[in-house]
């Protein structure tokens, strides 16, 4: 069974304190791994689609990266604006995708 | 269009009602999903559907009936429902195969009184 464990669970930053979330998971075959950004009330926001190991996305301010066993998003200097919740998800065969828990991002000013 | 556009945005039904939710797409997508989405908690899967035919119920009560009319369209009808059932009811849609990202709309509140 395909798993995906978020850490942590609630990040707390100061704007510009530059921090890192974690996605660690298991599956069999992996298809890819998304991250997405989700505001209080909306749909997912789609950010990034990882592939394989060493592979890495940019963004604005974020930037992921994936190994064989966990990914991270990595944001530099953040903004008050930056704060959400961010989502993993993996895909192995098929089209679904099984969800992390989320990180809840606030970046006070 | 990069859009998957969901009506109505909320929701409030009683518990003997009968109502429908609505997904639309023109991205040409051929893979249409509905997740139910609890506060704090990452979406869940409900249903599946692959070129217009349902290929995935993550065994979901019969109160929930989703229909595919055409590859543009999803629908979700909604019957007897619980108050335990209130939720963010999110649709997606995809290319069709593995390591393909979905574009989600932004969801329909559901309130169940």
């Known amino acids: 069974e395909d798993q995906v464990t978020q850490s942590p669970e609630a990040l707390r930053l100061q704007e510009g304190e530059s921090s890192s979330l974690n996605c660690s998971y298991t599956v069999s075959g992996l298809r890819g791994l998304f991250w997405y950004r989700q505001d209080p009330g909306k749909g997912p926001e789609f950010l990034f689609t990882?592939?394989?190991a060493g592979e890495e996305k940019e963004k604005e301010r974020l930037k992921a990266t994936l190994t064989k066993k966990e990914s991270f998003l990595h944001i530099t200097a953040p903004k008050p604006e930056d704060s959400a919740t961010y989502l993993c998800?993996?895909?192995?065969?098929?089209?679904?995708?099984?969800f992390g828990e989320g990180t809840q991002l606030t970046v006070n000013p | 269009d990069t859009e998957v556009t969901q009506t109505p945005k909320h929701l409030v039904m009683g518990m003997t009602n009968k109502k429908s939710l609505k997904c639309e797409q023109h991205?040409?997508?051929?893979?249409m999903y509905w997740y139910k989405q609890k506060a704090k908690k990452p979406p869940e899967l409900m249903f599946v559907?692959?070129?217009?035919?349902?290929?995935i119920n993550e065994s979901v009560p019969s109160r929930f009936s989703p229909e595919c009319p055409n590859s543009s369209l999803l629908n979700l009808h909604l019957h007897a429902l619980q108050p335990e059932d209130s939720a963010l009811y999110l649709c997606?849609?995809?290319?069709?195969?593995?390591?393909?990202?979905?574009?989600f709309g932004s969801g329909t509140r559901l309130t169940v009184v």
């Open positions: 997606a849609s995809s290319q069709e195969g593995p390591g393909r990202g979905y574009t």
């Open positions: 991205m040409g997508h051929r893979a």
């Open positions: 559907y692959s070129y217009e035919k349902l290929s």
């Open positions: 990882l592939y394989s």
């Open positions: 998800a993996v895909q192995a065969g098929g089209s679904r995708l099984t």
